[in-house]
């Protein structure tokens, strides 16, 4: 009974992270390119009173042991990297990416990191910037009087300036892919850091490149929350979390019966 308590208390944590994930992807349900995350489980140590295979007291052995199980342990919470919807903003320099790829961009402290947001401002000089004034890189700059600004879909970025008939290019954007996304450490702010786990940034053209997606100028991407999945995921956690706790609560009603036999 005690250890039924101990286990449903494994129980109870577990589920409480997986609110605590759900709930985090429903706050950003409304995130620019925000990559939906999943708690994941495995179960804990098992006692084994009875090794499955050993000799019956009879001819034979036992087909099945006896394994009692400890619970459960929270492995991992991974973020899921499946593309969002491209919503049409009409504002230039808005750019979705349309498949796989990072824009790489520069933090005040020399630090670089990764996004998939692409809703970039201009700067007092005319830098293209994230909303936090992180440069992009590699730097790309609008000259002062623009009239237009052209981005195609690999990336080449295009001017059109006063009394010229024909449009400048004035920039190339990258983009940049990791063999393992699912590594990259999630900073805040739309902003993914490399580590050793998701392995070095790969430097590409979009469009061009091999496997690398293609740019749409105009357009970004939206979160990749499914709203009817969280919920539903919310209730069944929800109901896990209560069944758990009823199973502590049995466990102590049976030790109040067996505390009570003497009376």
């Known amino acids: 009974m005690i250890r039924a308590m101990w286990t449903a208390a494994t129980g109870m944590t577990a589920q409480q992270l997986n609110i605590d994930t759900i709930s985090n992807n429903l706050a950003n349900v409304n995130t620019n390119s925000y990559k939906r995350s999943r708690a994941e489980f495995a179960d804990l140590i098992y006692q ?28 991992t919470v991974a973020k899921e990297f499946g593309q969002g919807n491209l919503r049409q903003t009409g504002n ?13 961009v520069t933090r005040p402290d ?3 990191m990764y996004t998939r947001n692409g809703s970039f401002k201009k700067d007092n000089v005319g830098n293209l910037v994230t909303g936090d004034g992180d440069l992009m890189n590699p730097v790309v700059t609008i000259p002062s009087g623009a009239l237009k600004v052209d981005i195609g879909q690999d990336g080449t970025v295009s001017v059109l300036l006063p009394g010229v008939t024909q ?15 699912g590594g990259l450490v999630a900073m805040g702010n739309n902003l993914l850091l490399e580590s050793f786990a998701s392995g070095p940034a790969i430097q590409g053209t979009p469009g061009f490149s091999t496997g690398f997606g293609v740019l749409q100028q105009g357009f970004l991407e939206t979160s990749n929350v499914n709203l009817a999945e969280e919920m539903v995921a919310m209730i069944i956690a929800q109901r896990s979390y209560e069944v758990n706790a009823k199973a502590i609560q049995a466990s102590d009603e049976m030790m109040g019966i067996a505390n009570n036999l003497r009376r």
Do not use: K, Y
């Open 48 to 75: 084994i009173q009875r090794m499955p295979g050993t000799s019956a007291s009879n001819v034979g052995v036992f087909p099945t042991g006896i394994q009692v199980g400890g619970g459960v342990r929270p492995v």
């Open 167 to 181: 449009a400048s290019q004035v920039g190339q954007l990258q983009l940049v892919r990791f063999d393992n996304p």
């Open 92 to 104: 230039d320099l808005d750019i979705g990416i349309d498949g796989i790829g990072f824009f790489q």
């Open 110 to 112: 020399g630090t670089i």
